[in-house]
């Protein structure tokens, strides 16, 4: 039986303390963010027990192989976010965050929470196009659709946003005319807000003038209609907010109606154009100017102008080398193609010089992913194609040529022509 006052002591103790127990320290958890547009990664945790903490150190690690190293130490409790900021997007991050705790009188401790792995622009889909077919121009309506067209064949090929085939439309029986430019002159593609696929193209024809021409389909593969493109090599095609298209040859910029009729033309500057889309109200092209010996300019420009007639340029992304082994961020090398991400002032652009997809972002450099070779990831922009020669008599010869494509849908995934390892890739916005 307790004594009395030992019994009073015990219960005085009790209430002194409010019953309560010491604090417990659990391991911490981690929660990690990719975003894209940011090229970052958006880290927070929980807190701990502000009696015990000492600081939480934050640790990353690029690759399966590479040891952990500090990113980041917090020493007040209640700091629990971070961001890693300037990554790339062919890497492969890892983070944990490391707990110090103690209690009074004893040695420091540390608790470790689970990795959190993760990355940008990741592949998701791969698929590959019939021999021969050589991928190098793009297209995806609001239905998700995504359409392909190709160096090495007279009709479009049509997937889903999966990689599943739709089937094909004809464009022309006979073979596609393709020409060497600064980029490889193909068949090119443009939809417009009323899932209407535009395609301009070349037919080849021997002993003749290769026959330029367009066709409309509807969204369900009707040929609306096929016009003749008079005196022109259709060499780029692009459609405005208001449907309007323009079609570029090798000396006019043609604008025309929805419906195909003739509005305006344009004369062409002097600069070499590999690519062109419509950036909001902007006309946006990639311009080679380093090819002309009395230009300031000495590598490609993606280039956005008020207007058609590129009197007056409103964005510049790229830059020049500061020296002849210089192939750093933002450098574009053989620029082929791009993509506009308006919402978040981002612009995806395919270059073969470095068999890279470069992202710039309110037109400062961002991130890029790619390298040249045939696994995930990587390209093949550059190979082998029987071009036309001689424009007048429709003589070919195998050349070496740059070609590919690229191009968004409404979700923001993106989607690569790889045209010579003759497959499309599909990466995560």
């Known amino acids: 039986m307790i004594p009395y006052?030992?019994?009073?002591?015990?219960?005085?103790?009790?209430?002194a303390s409010g019953g309560r127990r010491a604090p417990t320290v659990e391991a911490p958890v981690l929660h990690v963010e990719f975003d894209s547009a940011t090229a970052s990664a958006q880290l927070r945790w929980n807190q701990a027990p502000s009696s015990l903490?000492?600081?939480?150190?934050?640790?990353?690690?690029?690759?399966?192989?590479?040891?952990?190293?500090?990113?980041?130490r917090r020493e007040s409790v209640a700091e629990t976010t971070a961001v890693d900021s300037g990554l790339t997007a062919d890497a492969d991050y890892r983070y944990r965050l490391l707990l110090?705790?103690?209690?009074?009188?004893?040695?420091?401790?540390?608790?470790?929470?689970?990795?959190?792995?993760?990355?940008?622009?990741?592949?998701?889909?791969?698929?590959h196009l019939p021999s021969g077919f050589l991928p190098t121009s793009l297209a995806v309506d609001g239905q998700g659709v995504v359409y392909v067209a190709g160096a090495g064949a007279g009709r479009v090929e049509r997937f889903d946003r999966a990689g599943y085939s739709l089937g094909s439309w004809v464009l022309d029986p006979g073979p596609v005319a393709c020409l060497e430019a600064v980029s490889l002159t193909t068949p090119t593609l443009a939809v417009d807000q009323f899932d209407n696929l535009f395609v301009a193209y070349s037919v080849r024809e021997k002993g003749k003038p290769p026959r330029s021409q367009w066709t409309k389909f509807d969204g369900r593969g009707r040929r609306i209609w096929t016009h003749a493109l008079e005196g022109i090599f259709a060499r780029h095609l692009a459609i405005d907010a208001s449907g309007q298209v323009f079609v570029e040859g090798f000396n006019q910029l043609y604008q025309f109606s929805a419906q195909g009729e003739?509005?305006?033309?344009?004369?062409?500057?002097?600069?070499?154009?590999?690519?062109?889309?419509?950036?909001?109200?902007?006309?946006?092209?990639?311009?080679?100017?380093?090819?002309?010996?009395?230009?300031?300019?000495?590598?490609?420009?993606?280039?956005?102008?008020?207007?058609?007639?590129?009197?007056?340029?409103?964005?510049?992304?790229?830059?020049?080398?500061?020296?002849?082994?210089?192939?750093g961020a933002g450098?574009?090398?053989?620029?082929?193609?791009?993509?506009?991400?308006?919402?978040?002032s981002r612009v995806f652009v395919l270059d073969a010089g470095s068999n890279s997809v470069v992202v710039f972002r309110h037109s400062r450099f961002l991130t890029s992913w790619g390298r040249a070779g045939e696994g995930e990831g990587a390209f093949r922009l550059s190979g082998t194609v029987e071009v036309v020669e001689d424009l007048l008599s429709g003589t070919t010869a195998h050349r070496q040529v740059m070609a590919g494509g690229i191009t968004r849908d409404h979700e923001g995934y993106l989607y690569i022509a790889d045209t010579f390892n003759n497959r499309i890739q599909k990466f995560r916005p």
């Open 262 to 327: 003739p509005m305006a033309h344009f004369p062409l500057p002097s600069l070499p154009v590999s690519s062109l889309h419509f950036w909001k109200t902007n006309f946006a092209v990639l311009v080679f100017p380093h090819l002309f010996t009395d230009s300031e300019w000495q590598a490609p420009r993606l280039v956005a102008y008020a207007g058609p007639e590129r009197e007056e340029a409103v964005m510049v992304m790229g830059r020049d080398p500061l020296s002849s082994e210089d192939s």
């Open 53 to 72: 903490f000492l600081a939480y150190e934050l640790q990353s690690a690029t690759g399966a192989d590479q040891e952990f190293v500090t990113l980041a």
């Open 5 to 15: 006052f030992l019994l009073c002591v015990f219960l005085c103790a009790c209430a």
């Open 100 to 127: 110090h705790h103690s209690r009074p009188g004893r040695a420091a401790r540390v608790l470790t929470s689970s990795e959190v792995e993760g990355g940008l622009h990741r592949r998701v889909g791969v698929w």
């Open 331 to 344: 450098l574009l090398h053989w620029p082929l193609d791009f993509a506009v991400d308006e919402a978040a």
